[in-house]
């Protein structure tokens, strides 16, 4: 399974290290008021993509917070859900108790036949 999201990952990482290679020249990169001068093309692709990776390892971040949240949550419904079960089955088999009968008192036997 894990071949099936490392494969793809390698082609990418082989495909922009070619790219990077094949485009050497200097470029000059703004974004509001910063501003960095004669950056080689493969580190500001090498930067995006390590900005990339880290935005995509930050949703995954905050995925596994909410599922762990939802779990405790879960957990905690199910454990209240089976307590009230245990309950209820407990005042089931007192209502299906059987009341108690009374004794039986033995006729002694000398004492029908004599009638």
Not at 51 to 65: E, F, P, Q, Y
Not at 78 to 91: G, K, N, P, S, Y
């Amino acid at each position: 399974m894990r071949w099936l999201i490392l494969l793809p990952i390698l082609v990418l990482a082989l495909l922009m290290v070619t790219f990077g290679v094949q485009n050497t020249q200097l470029v000059n990169v703004r974004f509001l008021t910063f501003e960095a001068t004669n950056l080689s093309t493969s580190i500001v692709i090498v930067l995006s993509a390590i900005g990339g990776a880290l935005m995509v390892g930050m949703l995954g971040v905050w995925n596994s917070i909410q599922h762990g949240l939802r779990g405790r949550r879960d957990l905690k419904q199910r454990t209240q859900l089976e307590q009230r079960i245990a309950d209820l089955e407990r005042q089931l088999a007192a209502t299906k108790a059987p009341a108690p009968k009374e004794p039986v008192v033995a006729v002694p036997v000398a004492s029908v036949e004599k009638k």
